[in-house]
């Protein structure tokens, strides 16, 4: 942990449509008693968040954000949302750079930057996604990669903007693989990201939440949220069950 809030993310992926996101709410809801010390956010498919969001009206401490949006304001997109139109749905909090959208949508560094301004200006707060390949972690370009992804984003924002930043560092090659970076490789990673932040925010950076996500489960989030400078989780795979999601954002951090 640092001095940031603990952060618990659920990132369904396209998984869950209204009705099971509402199923899913409740038995949540049960397993999870409202508690102060932590944001929790689930992530729907945009379609879901709505309902999401009205299933959620008596637990406001259950956030709900959008996995994704156009880096544009509105126009001819067809089948895109835009970043006001999450906010209007309820939508606090976005996912940005996520590495599936890097892969599958060839969302690359600029249009992910793009991506984060949107979200800022329609006032949900961005979650950064970065993370390196298993090639380039072994080509050694680790730092390299983080450096860039980060910088893309923050050196285009100002300081306050810098400070909402959650950052998600996700090693794309622990991503629904049943492998997860040992929680020493997670802390080094996140240590590299928290100094690229300190460039530009000096002391700041200490409060700014650096999660770790890749195949975290209730077996493994204990361990990895006890390293230093890993202030939450993103999960994907494990936050479908309510009783499994429940379980990590029961973990004690450090
Ligand atoms: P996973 O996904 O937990 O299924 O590995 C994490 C993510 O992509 O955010």
Known sequence: MSAARPFFGGNWKMHKGPDEARAFLHAFAERHPPREDRTVVLFPPAIALPALVGAAADRPDVEVGVQDVHQEREGAHTGAISASMAAEAGARWGLAGHSERRREFGDDD???????????????????????????????????????????????????????????YEPVWAIGTGRTASPEDAAAAHELVR????????????????????????????????????????????????????????????
């Not at 989780?233 to 973990?251: H, K, M, N, R, W």
């Open 195 to 254: 100094k690229d932040l300190a460039a530009w925010i000096g002391d700041a950076a200490e409060a700014v939440p650096i999660i770790y996500g890749g195949s975290v489960k209730p077996a493994n989030a204990g361990e990895l949220l006890t390293m230093p400078g890993v202030d939450g989780a993103l999960v994907g795979g494990a936050s479908l069950d309510p009783e499994a999601f429940a379980s990590i954002c029961a973990v004690v951090t450090a």
């Open 110 to 168: 600029e249009r992910v930057a793009r991506k984060v301004d949107r979200l800022l200006e329609a006032g949900v707060a961005p979650v950064l996604c970065v993370g390196e390949t298993l090639e380039q972690r072994d080509a050694g370009r680790l730092q390299e990669v983080l450096h860039r992804q980060v910088s893309a984003v923050v050196e285009r924002l100002s300081d306050r903007d810098r400070r909402e930043l959650v950052i998600a």
